[in-house]
């Protein structure tokens, strides 16, 4: 059975009696009326008091401000209990509503905000706050306790509402006959077979019931919303900051090849980070731009790729006036966040587009200490991968958008391109509803997840054999002065004391302790922290690594991985060569030495190792000795990493390169584009 919820509301007013007062009144309102959210008011008498609640406490879901807040001085109050009643001690302004709704909103965005205020002064008190997260207004001469306590419980049940997933469960518990898709026909194909029920035995009854067609037309269609969808996305929208959301199902992958579609015609430039997501060259391909790659830092000694330098990308925005969009990611998969204010306002001076892939940051909003987000310093777009870090189901994720000159059109064209017109209802459910758990109690789950993050720090570096890596170890010098910070609920740990291979550790993590972990370099293994941690496992993770450092491995050399090849150049558009015929050359020639037919060829695949998903040549790329050197060591060395866009011919690893004659056909466009350019 569900826990309960507790839903406080905190009232912040200045003069005892009356908070006392308004808090009588208003428990007494819940006790004797329906409390489906368990409210209970408490009370705070200065604006500090209420903002250190506010952070203490992640069951606060409203807030109530007085207008304005006073105190009354310490001597003033001294000397009238000195010298009997007086008319009205010194009173000094505490702080306006409106920077107080200010600090709120700073600190805690998601929750809902209400004004006491006097009649008499309304129409002043809501101008003045009416470009402010202001919920709505109470006078402070009414004193209709259940009338306020009914407004704020239903505030309340529409943050905590779930259009979509209420419409779904509502629709599988009215258990219609199906006449129509999926084939299971709400699981009747597999219940009671004596070759797959047991299938349907462990995956469970309601995940056949909710999965259904788009013939159920209260369910309302992902490709052209209008009803529980299109409001779902609504509230979405509002609880992470944007002017509009979209639920993507096929990964934040898909959600950026059909923004760089969106905005990126054929021949178009476009500046990335040429260590993005692998999702986004294929972007490339498809919307035919002209991409100006932007080297990111690396930090050699752990393997980690860092963000591209500011000053790479201040200076990309100045030589490329003529881009249409700038694509960087943050947080990057080691926990990395740029200073982005000072990036976007440079490419918006420009009228260049951003799109930040925040894939690994969709919690960021839930919580000052890992604020602000993308959308809040000036995103166009952002996609998010709700599966990472929040509770939907894999592949589901958000597209946000905040572009003044979103063009709706286009969009819905190049999304509708890319969604199955038979999407999974489970999935747009568990988006729906993991934005109702970040808004509701993303706060207190994150408060908790930091808390045990640092922890666990701390039992890391005890053991002795593993050590933490703070952001001074994990910053590329290039980018030291840069102001990057680093998302603690990343955990980046250096095993090369505890003499064992990262294979090895892995595998006794596996097989011995039950533990599997995130990602992995040469040195160091990488731990997820999630809404979902508990100290449970936390601990359990402890002991494994102090029993594994008590045993006392003498240090290992460790093979430390190839850096990655400099970019060469790009000889023609990526989508050309990607279309090309081409032809396989294999990497190694008869004597197994590296393939010198290779060199000075043109790259017509992306080739990718898997994780972390970055390319090591794109389409359109001239290939040189180096590539050739890393892609072979690679191959050796990392036999447990899959290397995407190499093809095996028997036992002979190859890639595809242009045929001359394509070469020479491409050459000739771009020769001619560039004519075209300097004419």
Known sequence: MSAKPVSKVLVINDEALILRELLKGLNAAARTLDNPFGLVFIGALTARDGLQQIERDGDIQCV????????????????????????????????????????????????????????????????????????????????????????????????????????????????????????????????????????????????????????????????????????????????????RTFFATNGTSTANKVILQTEIAPGEKLLLDRNCHKSVHHGVVLSGARPIYLDSSVNTQYGVFGPVPKKTILRAIEQHPDAQLLVLTSCTYDGLCYDLKPIIDAAHARNIKVLIDEAWFSHARFHPDLRPTALECGADYVTQSAHKTLSAFSQAAFIHVNDPGFK?????????????????????????????????????????????????????????????????DLLPPQVAGDGIRLDPTKITVDISACGMTVDELQQELYTRFNITIEKSTFNTITLLLTVGTTRSKCSRLYDALMRIAREKRAPRRLYRTPDLPAFTELACLPRDAYYASGELLPLLDDDDRPNAALLGRICADQIVPYPPGIPVLVPGQVINENIVDYLIRYLRVQSKVELHGVVYQGYFPSIRVLMPSEEQRLGAVVARAAVRKAA
């Open 408 to 472: 709706e059109h286009l969009f819905r064209e190049n999304f509708n391109m890319h969604t199955s017109t038979s999407p999974m209802y489970s999935m747009i459910a568990s988006l729906d509803v993991s934005r109702k758990q970040a808004v509701m109690e993303g706060y207190k789950l994150l408060e908790r997840t930091l808390m045990l993050a640092a922890e666990l720090r701390k039992q890391i570096n005890s053991t002795e054999a593993f050590r933490v890596l703070d952001l001074p």
């Open 64 to 243: 109530i401000v007085d207008d304005k807040l006073y105190s009354v001085q310490e001597t003033a109050r001294r000397a009238a209990t000195r010298n009997g009643p007086v008319k009205e001690a010194p009173r000094t302004l505490q702080m306006t509503a409106i920077k107080l709704v200010q600090k709120i909103t700073a600190l805690r965005p998601e929750l809902d905000i209400y004004i006491l205020i006097e009649k008499e002064k309304e129409d002043q008190v809501v101008d003045n706050l009416f470009a402010e997260a202001v919920d709505g207004y109470f006078y402070r001469e009414e004193r209709d306790y259940r009338g306020m306590y009914r407004i704020l419980n239903a505030q309340i049940a529409e943050r905590a509402r779930t259009p979509f997933y209420d419409a779904l469960k509502s629709y599988v518990l009215a258990a219609k006959d199906a006449w129509h898709t999926p084939g299971h026909s709400s699981g009747d194909s597999l219940r009671g077979s004596p070759w797959v029920g047991e299938f349907h035995e462990f995956m469970g009854e309601h995940v056949f019931d909710a999965d259904l067609s788009v013939s159920v037309k209260q369910l309302d269609s992902l490709m052209e919303p209008t009803g529980v969808i299109a409001e779902a996305q609504q509230m979405a929208a509002k609880a992470f900051g944007a002017r």
